[in-house]
């Protein structure tokens, strides 16, 4: 019954026009009718959990099933979501004014959320800021997001009144990073996503990734930001970055920097705070840390109580195998059964 249920959830959601749009793109790199890559499509959704973006991102089609099963999937990360963190807790981390009242003491930085508050509490916070940055209370992929700078309106009322008709509830002052960050793209905050397991006081990092924003005001892959894996041992990157239209940059385009070979100088201290956030939210054990460096130290962005799975790329994995193995381990180390 619960297989069938979840045949039927898998073709329920699925968006048609963009799976055929995605396996004509395949079908041309193997020479292969369309149809029967639909059809591989659809035994991998069945078999692996995996979406038509697995199966494109993660080059499923030019794989053999020993290598395929060990992709963290769609399907396969849900699993890991629904076992470890608390559907009716989710809110925490998804809300943002909550997850910066929970986390206010790693935030590094002033905001306010103007449904707490009216106009005369903003204008009043609004002083000797110059730019800030704008947020809906709930949204993820950086999509709605808005850098505004103050004096492109008229008067402090007449902002308000535009964030309040935007539904922009989430207002904060514009982060500064470090300087080698900067200079790989200043137009953006570079995060570093961290993706944690916890079991009771262990916190064990699965994976780290720096995200590079590339002409945007955010580094979100879904808004044109490349992804750049991290060595975890070392705190640097080691391979070239990606992008979700499969481009690769070994140096960035606009500013000419190597991608390669990035040294988070704060990496302990990125790990720690990760670490000490993962304990505060008890009922949320699988989550993607967006963590800042700033001049004052690493500081939270938020937190995805969906971490990201999908920077699975050919180009990351030479040996063909995904990071299932890895997580097992980490679940194993973990005493969790999933």
Same mark, same amino acid.
């Given at each position: ?55 494109? #991102? ?5 794989? +053999? *099933? ?5 992709? $963290? /999937?769609?399907?396969? @990360?849900? &699993? ?99 300087? #080698? ?5 200043? +137009? *953006? ?5 961290? $993706? /944690?397991?916890?079991? @009771?006081? &262990? ?131 973990l005493n969790l059964d999933i």
């Open positions: 019954m619960k297989t069938i249920k979840y045949i039927i959830r898998i073709f329920h959601n699925i968006n048609f026009d963009k799976m055929f749009e995605t396996a004509k793109k395949i079908s041309k790199r193997k020479k292969q009718l369309t149809i029967f890559v639909v059809f591989d499509m659809i035994w991998c959704a069945l078999r692996y959990g995996a979406g038509y973006n697995d199966y494109l #991102y993660f080059g499923l089609y030019a794989l +053999k *099933s020993k290598y395929r099963k060990t992709y $963290i /999937t769609r399907g396969y @990360n849900n &699993k890991l979501v629904n076992a470890l963190n608390k559907k009716e807790d989710m809110h925490i981390l998804d809300n943002k004014n909550e997850f910066n009242e929970l986390f206010k003491d790693y935030l590094k930085r002033d905001w306010i959320y103007l449904d707490n508050g009216d106009k005369k509490t903003f204008i009043k916070w609004l002083e000797n800021k110059d730019e800030i940055i704008a947020k809906p209370n709930n949204g993820s992929g950086g999509v709605g997001i808005e850098k505004i700078i103050v004096s492109d309106f008229s008067n402090p009322e007449q902002l308000y009144q535009y964030l309040k008709d935007k539904k922009l509830q989430i207002i904060e002052e514009v982060l500064k990073q470090v300087d #080698y960050l900067n200079e790989i793209h200043d +137009k *953006s905050v570079n995060t570093v996503r961290i $993706i /944690t397991i916890t079991n @009771n006081d &262990k916190t064990l990092i699965l994976n780290a990734f720096l995200r590079v924003g590339n002409g945007g005001f955010v580094d979100n892959t879904c808004s044109g930001g490349m992804v750049v894996p991290i060595d975890i041992t070392k705190g640097e990157t080691i391979y070239p970055g990606t992008d979700l239209e499969e481009n690769v940059y070994d140096i960035h385009p606009l500013t000419n920097r190597d991608i390669v070979g990035i040294k988070i100088k704060d990496w302990d201290a990125c790990v720690e705070l990760v670490k000490k956030a993962s304990k505060l939210c008890p009922t949320i054990r699988y989550v993607g840390w967006d963590v800042a460096i700033t001049p004052f130290g690493p500081c939270l962005i938020e937190g995805n109580p969906y971490p990201g799975y999908y920077y699975q790329f050919p180009i990351y994995l030479p040996d063909k195998i995904g990071f299932m193995p890895k997580v097992k381990d980490i679940l194993n180390e």
